[in-house]
């Protein structure tokens, strides 16, 4: 096989600005491949692996390797399975990780890993995978999609399963698998590069670079994986690149001063034997010259005068050097000088701005906060850079810098609402043996849990009283109806619980392979987000909790991650930014501009009684409460919002509920 690994812009690791933060990529990914290391391993043939992990948490920056380790070690033990048994034991191995995992109280990888695996030995191909990863063959300039059967295939809960079945099949010297990580397949998709890919003549490395260098400036935005595996008879080792911008070469003194240091003599060992073996050359021509008789006396006296000189050079040799030094001392003095006479303009001009913002402040004039706020999150990030070039300068310069860094914090910090809580409210903590939750819903003072991967629905009350509410549907969405509770279960079907009891009612689907994503719902009408298509399905109401056909609601398609509906509609959008639609048109847009940045909002929700939008940010442990005119009103952070999965609210808004893990949370505004 030739196997080709290429990571495109693996997101950098960045600090979040806040106490006690911690160092953490949002987005990690990865891939694993194995050839047979001996004849052993040879029965087995070679595994490969692909895996991603949206949403990431500090302690689960090795998940990815812990599963690979587990699935590896486990598939080449054996020599006496066959490959696709192999892989099955690999695979149940794999998914009592993922149950123990889950029964310690971390589930904050359901619904945020993707990960493929896949064998081969002798041109059979056994795979399987999890989440948003695509696996294509490319044979005779066809593109084949040949995971579509495992993207039916659901997460069974008790025991936890997270990998499913196996496909098997037999491939052909020259066929090319693709294995791509969500954004990279959309931008394939987008660009129509599988097609462009899949008319090569012969697929190599510098072939696949000219095709994505054409669309280089779209791909500076895209994070993930291509690994691209060919097929051929022999076997040769994987080659792993990561695209990402050119850096500049850094600075070296040493690349400086090199000439200076031959001239010098103060090089490398192999230089002072060739200054030997010119000496020795000298004293040949001498021989060739003078009688053998007075050989003798005049090679002496040449030596004797090649060693005054050669002394006299050492010595010299030293002085010059430590000139050189002193000079570079003084030099490297004046120059930090310059640098740091410039960086207290520098610094004069950013005391200026954050007196300007305070000014700005005094008004309470709404535009005029936001940029105060803008104002002094630039002058944050010219302090920074600061602090970052002049680690080694004077204390009292580096003092000054960080007490100006402590000052736009403090007022960035007091501008934009962050709260620190330190404990947060318990209300109710799960087993994870009875129920794993991933999502709840507030109403009539109890909480309902619920989750996409299990039957049932469990509740808990105000009182700490809980229960179970048997159904066999998976719950995927819910919301209010006033005097019931409405429930979808995936693919198409609605169940509604009033006084105890179920009713049923399936919808039709709008078009085909239509995603039920996201689900909100306003005056009894359904509004369901396919956020793959980027389109908002409404199923008018009917009364007698019956609903009309689906009506196509936006006029224009749009890449978001959720959507919330209070008369108007609020798309969550990929950006972090806020879409207002009206109608079906994008009204307004609002760039929140909050600090600290946003990274990846996962939810928006709000109702129609309510003046506020509330957002969560798990990589950011806090709750976020804008304005429907985007201003900035609170913001809740906590160390202990370190597995946050869903929000729900009260009707008047004054109490947040907290999926956190295995435990709910409360905060009483």
């Not at 049932?456 to 995927?476: A, H, M, P, Q």
């Not at 987000?529 to 008018?540: E, S």
């Not at 969560?616 to 906590?638: A, D, F, H, M, Y």
């Amino acid at each position: 096989m030739q196997v080709f690994e290429f990571y495109f812009n693996p997101r950098t690791k960045t600090k979040l600005r806040l106490p006690s933060s911690h160092w953490t990529p949002d987005l990690i990914f990865d891939s694993f491949c194995h050839e047979p290391e001996n004849i052993y391993d040879n029965r087995m043939g070679s595994l490969y692996m692909v895996g991603l992990l949206k949403n990431i948490l500090p302690k689960n920056l090795q998940f990815l390797e812990r599963i690979a380790r587990i699935i590896k070690e486990r598939f080449y033990r054996s020599v006496t399975l066959s490959p696709e048994k192999s892989l099955r034991e690999s695979l149940k191995e794999a998914n009592e990780f993922f149950e123990a995992t889950a029964k310690r109280g971390d589930v904050s990888w359901l619904g945020n890993l993707s990960f493929a695996v896949l064998s081969l030995k002798n041109f059979k191909l056994n795979f399987t995978k999890v989440g948003n990863i695509k696996i294509y063959l490319l044979r005779g300039g066809k593109v084949i999609d040949i995971d579509k059967k495992l993207n039916l295939q659901d997460i069974e809960p008790y025991p936890l399963r997270i990998f499913g079945n196996i496909i098997s099949g037999k491939l052909a010297e020259d066929d090319l698998l693709l294995v791509l990580t969500e954004e990279v397949f959309n931008f394939f998709q987008q660009e129509n590069l599988l097609e462009t890919i899949a008319q090569l003549p012969h697929f190599s490395e510098k072939e696949f670079k000219e095709i994505i260098n054409k669309a280089a400036e779209k791909l500076a935005l895209v994070s993930g994986i291509c690994l691209a595996v060919l097929l051929k008879k022999e076997v040769l080792a994987s080659k792993k690149e990561t695209i990402l911008p050119r850096l500049n070469k850094e600075f070296s003194l040493k690349e400086v001063f090199e000439p200076l240091f031959k001239l010098l003599g103060l090089t490398s060992k192999k230089t002072k034997k060739e200054k030997g073996g010119g000496r020795k050359k000298a004293v040949k021509k001498v021989q060739k010259l003078y009688p053998v008789a007075a050989l003798k006396s005049l090679k002496e006296s040449f030596e004797k005068k090649l060693r005054f000189f050669s002394e006299k050079k050492k010595v010299s040799l030293v002085l010059i050097f430590i000139l050189v030094l002193i000079f570079g001392y003084f030099f490297s003095r004046s120059q930090e000088n310059q640098k740091i006479n410039s960086y207290q303009k520098d610094l004069g001009e950013i005391q200026e701005n954050i007196n300007l913002a305070q000014s700005y402040l005094i008004l309470e004039n709404p535009q005029l906060k936001k940029r105060a706020n803008q104002l002094l999150q630039e002058n944050l990030e010219r302090v920074s850079l600061i602090l970052k070039e002049t680690r080694d300068f004077p204390k009292n310069f580096n003092s000054q810098v960080s007490s100006l860094n402590e000052k736009i914090l403090t007022e960035l910090y007091k501008l934009n609402g962050v709260e620190e809580i330190q404990e947060p409210k318990l209300v109710f903590q799960f087993e994870a043996e009875k129920f794993i939750p991933q999502k709840i819903f507030f109403s009539g003072g109890i909480i309902y849990s619920y989750s996409p991967y299990a039957k049932n629905i469990l509740f808990v009350k105000e009182n700490g009283e809980s229960g179970v509410i048997e159904t066999d549907n998976k719950i995927s969405q819910a919301a209010d109806l006033g005097e019931s509770i409405l429930f979808f279960s995936k693919p198409n079907q609605l169940i509604t619980l009033k006084e105890g009891n179920f009713s049923f009612f399936s919808l039709k689907e709008p078009y085909p392979e239509f995603s039920f994503d996201d689900f909100s719902c306003y005056k009894e009408s359904l509004y369901f987000f396919d956020k793959k298509a980027g389109q908002i399905i409404k199923y008018p109401y009917n009364g007698n909790l019956s609903w009309n056909d689906p009506e196509l609601w936006l006029k224009k398609s749009t890449v978001g991650k959720a959507l919330t509906v209070d008369g108007l509609v609020w798309i969550l959008e990929k950006d972090n930014s806020i879409g207002k639609y009206k109608d079906g048109v994008l009204q307004e847009k609002l760039d929140l501009g909050i600090f600290p940045q946003p990274k990846d909002f996962s939810k928006i929700t709000t109702s129609p009684s309510l003046s506020s939008l509330f957002l969560i940010e798990p990589v950011q442990k806090r709750v976020v409460i804008v304005s429907k005119t985007g201003q900035i009103i609170r913001q809740l952070r906590s160390e202990r919002f370190d597995n946050l999965l869903d929000l729900a609210l009260s009707s008047d808004g004054k109490e947040i509920f907290l999926l956190n893990g295995m435990k709910i949370f409360k905060i009483e505004l």
